[in-house]
């Protein structure tokens, strides 16, 4: 029978002996089935065995390869199963694939010199990006943006864990409400009407994953490609991100003390669909906008049909004097969206933000909102509900803002004793990180290069710029995770890296 196989007929190519005759592995634990089945189904996508092509019968087929007939029906069914071959009076013969498999060969040379596109939006993105050096997970050392974790309520939390499953039904397993479960967004409300005097409703109140998806819902829900968008400069990269990949024309607006700038000519020439600020502790500035700045672009928005994102971004965390109060209750029907998230005041793993509508746009944005989300994570929604209204979550950011209050106090000491270099501290009176301007002459990115191949994970300001200038050359420092012993000798060790070459 083998006489057969190596006389194939005018229209089989010569190889078909060699991938169907050469002996299956034995020892592997894949069975022999499978093993055929692969093998013919890579002959054919790669066009080895092209379109039209008879294969030769079970029996044949199983004669030359020493396996039973039983193995070679079940390969030849499952290629059917599959669309790889078709059965004809005759027997079974390749099929035509979506792509002439004559050509695979060829075309398959053709793509591998091509690369895949992306969107404009993105390229653009990319196109801007500067490179640096590649973060290690577990260089944490001044790395901003990053909340104590060894000294998280982990037995609380996961009482709370317990908690919700405990109480949990069958329907929790389920998608669940796509605006989120409704325990956690009145303790939210709640929680944001006592400590942020934020105005709102349960039902005002949509859960997001973080922060970045509530940032993307205003994007997407909002906006039209080729809108104008204002940010602060240098301002949050995440918030740009979402920014640019809605394809918004994104306007860069300076900082002053009393936070971001515009005037009534800026109304006139760029008018803007959206406005990002975080004016209770700007990003990474550090700049409080005054409640004068506020009401004037909360009147100027309502004027010109702008809608305002709040990002109240670790407010929580006021170290001297009372809390900043929120923009979004200064004005009643004021065209803000409120953005907060639990990244920072619990931990970033937990995935949960949160987003306040006005009430006017909830009747038109519920909808859409609900197609767009899916509901998910019901049991951490539910235990953090439960940890809001036990007195739990106010406990812990009781702890975390004396501790955050030592550990800035300590990299304010550690800096002026340590760094040797001219600079300034901004910003320090809110929040997990501080904001340091040093000389334009040591480029802030081939400092913060030369730090992580010490173990400290600090960032560029200049690299929070949209339109850097001279001025914005520094470190953005965070404290919220950096253990206050180490402090001193990590100011040490970056004063020699700025005083000594960046060796």
Sequence with gaps: MKSNLNAPSADAPSSLPELLETPLDRVSTEPLQRQLCRRIKEAIVT??????????????????????????????????????????????????????????????????????????????????????????????????????????????????????????????LNYGDPLGQMPLRAAIANHLALTRGVHCTAAQVVITEGAQEALTLCVRLLTNPGDTAWMEDPGYRGAKSALQAGDLRVLAKRLDAEGLQFGAKDWLREQPRLIYTTPSHQYPIGTVMSVARRLALIAAAQAHGAWIIEDDYDSEFRHSGDPIGAMQGLVEGAPVLYVGTFSKTMFPALRLGFLVVPPDLLAVLTSPLRELLRGGHSHEQLAMAHFIESGQFARHLGRARRLYRERQQALREALSQHLGVPHSIEGGRCGLHLCVRIDPAMRDVQVVEAARRWGMAPQALSTFALAPQAQDNGLVLGYGNTPIETIAPLAKRLGMLLRGGLA
């Design 47 to 172: 066009g080895h065995l092209p379109a039209g092509l008879r294969l030769p019968a079970t029996r044949v087929l199983a004669q030359a390869l020493a396996v039973s007939r039983n193995t070679a029906s079940l390969a030849y069914e499952q290629l059917l199963a599959e669309g790889y071959v078709l059965a004809d009076r005759q027997g079974t013969v390749v099929a035509m694939l979506a792509q002439s498999n004559a050509d695979a060969p060829r075309q398959r040379q053709r793509a591998t010199a091509a690369m895949p596109t992306t969107s404009r939006p993105l390229a653009s993105r990319l196109a801007e990006l500067r490179p640096s050096a590649p973060m290690a997970a577990e260089c944490t050392a001044l790395r901003p943006g990053v909340p104590t974790l060894a000294q998280f309520p982990f037995t609380h939390w996961r009482r709370a864990l317990d908690r919700a499953w405990a109480t949990a039904s069958a329907s929790t």
